[in-house]
């Protein structure tokens, strides 16, 4: 993507609410659009639709509170909590379905498979692979310590995990990392992507490890010099672009080329609060970012210096999520608010 020099696209939001009472730990929308399901720090599983505004549905998922929800293209929800367990709900009727054991206290990580064929999870130190009836797939050793991130290839073929010090991809089917890499540092998640040249991991020292793929004997690119921890990190859908969020600050890696090694990022600084969610579109090139103090921009890569909409929410954004048609950003706030913005471009 070029920056370009010609005045900016102009876009309106148009925004409704609903509450949900509790903090909000996780969004994920139907493959339909049609309904995002939220889950909250009191354990609850909140269904709110797009076409009515309002709360569908709502109930008492996981004992101890809810940690993660992730929506199958095959319309299979699946949620996780501090209970342990991996719940399963029935299509229409969110019925509770099958309970799975995660293998530890807390279920942390959920990830379908972009295909649907397979369910991810993380507990502490297990990784586990579901059919999506709920039978056991794979199960491979434990890691070293407890899984920090999951991330697919957007093929499906390759699932990256992430743990103190280590990264590894695995491929759907057998019960061996294809390839390990090792680092110094602990990491606090992971993102591969889309197209699977990078594998990236934010550390705990302030930085990133970058590994380009397939991977050579050398040293991995680090980038570093963030203000603090990166709290946040997504792909754009073609690779082109990897956005990260430590501090107030947007930092956008550019990743075709040569890049990002020897490359300037895009700084975004137009937000006053720490940052604590970024998604970029599922197929367009909108980027959304959130702070603490509420504050929701809406970026466009090739007119970087100001966003090209913005969205004053009440509260502390805990999760962002666009709709599967990316018209619609789901909005989760820390003290319970979900709020649904419709970006359109005039």
């Given amino acids: 993507m070029r920056i370009l020099s010609t005045k900016p696209p102009v876009f309106r939001c148009d925004a409704w609410s609903v509450v949900c ?18 889950v909250t720090a009191a354990g609850e599983l909140c269904i709110a639709d797009v076409s009515t505004r309002s709360l569908v549905h709502r109930q008492l998922a996981h004992r101890g509170g809810a940690l ?53 999870s993380g507990a502490g130190r297990h ?63 992971v993102a591969l992507s889309p197209r699977g040249r990078y594998v990236v991991a934010p550390t705990f020292d302030n930085s990133m490890t970058c590994w380009k793929l397939p991977f050579r004997e050398r040293e991995p690119l680090q980038m570093s010099g963030y203000p603090g921890r990166i709290k946040t990190l997504t792909w754009s859908a073609d690779s082109e672009w990897l ?44 980027l959304a970012s959130a702070s603490a103090t509420g504050e929701v921009f809406i ?3 090739g007119y970087p210096d100001a966003p090209v909409a913005r969205h004053d929410f009440a509260q502390a954004v805990s999760a962002l999520a666009w709709s599967p048609e990316d018209q619609t950003l789901a909005i989760a706030g820390a003290d319970g608010a979900l709020a649904m913005l419709r970006v359109r471009r005039e």
């Fill in 21 to 38: 009472d509790e903090h909000i730990r996780a969004l994920a929308w139907s493959p339909d659009g049609a309904q995002v399901a939220a």
């Fill in 299 to 301: 970026w466009h890569l």
């Fill in 127 to 189: 990784l586990r692979l579901w059919t999506p009836d709920g039978s056991p797939g794979v199960r491979f050793a434990d890691h070293e310590s407890t899984v920090a991130g999951l991330s697919w290839r957007s093929d499906g073929a390759v699932l990256a995990t992430s743990c103190y010090g280590k990264v590894r991809l695995f491929r759907p089917g057998t019960n061996e990392p294809s390839e390990t890499f090792a680092h110094k540092s602990p990491f606090g998640g």
């Fill in 68 to 120: 993660c929800a992730t929506w199958s293209t095959n319309g299979i929800l699946a949620t996780g909590g501090e209970d342990g367990g991996i719940r399963l709900w029935q299509p229409g009727s969110f019925a509770p379905g099958r309970e799975l054991e995660g293998g530890s206290n807390w279920v942390e990580h959920l990830a379908w498979s972009p295909g649907g064929e397979w369910l991810a």
């Fill in 243 to 286: 956005a990260t969020g430590a501090g107030p600050t947007g930092i956008v890696w550019r990743c075709t080329g040569k890049g990002p090694a020897g490359t300037k990022p895009l700084m975004l600084t137009t937000h006053e609060g720490v940052l604590t969610a970024m998604q970029f579109q599922g197929k367009g090139s909108l």
